[in-house]
Nanobody
């Protein structure tokens, strides 16, 4: 069992930066892929992948995140991070920390989500 708690969301102007953090509990953290998922703008029922980090540290990014977002994990601290730079209004969303990935895009554990708002 893994519990996830995000922090670090907020409001920022376009071009600014935010860093999201996620604190995990549970002994299986190291064995799981972890990542970030966000709500699709205009459709609260849909989610889209932002980044995924394998247990070994390999990172996959969504196309929109490449070059602007940096995901990382710290197994010793049971933490996951998302550094978001050059933010755009279209990045406005609820961001979820997730763990335990299985293909094609299923996540077993979710945090409660944190709101990110980017204004023009």
């Amino acid at each position: 069992q893994v519990q996830l708690a995000e922090s670090g969301g907020g409001s920022v102007q376009a071009g600014g930066s935010l860093r999201l953090s996620c604190q995990a509990s549970g002994n299986s953290f190291r064995a799981y892929s972890v990542g970030w998922v966000r709500q699709v703008q205009g459709n609260s029922a849909k989610r889209e992948a932002v980044a995924r980090i394998s247990p070994g540290g390999m990172i996959d990014y969504a196309d929109f995140a490449k070059g602007r977002f940096t995901a990382s994990r710290d197994n010793a601290k049971r933490a996951v991070y998302l550094q978001m730079d050059s933010l755009k209004p279209e990045d406005t969303s609820v961001y979820y920390c997730v763990a335990q990935w299985s293909p094609p895009e299923y996540w077993g554990y979710w945090g409660q989500g944190t709101q990110v708002t980017v204004s023009t």
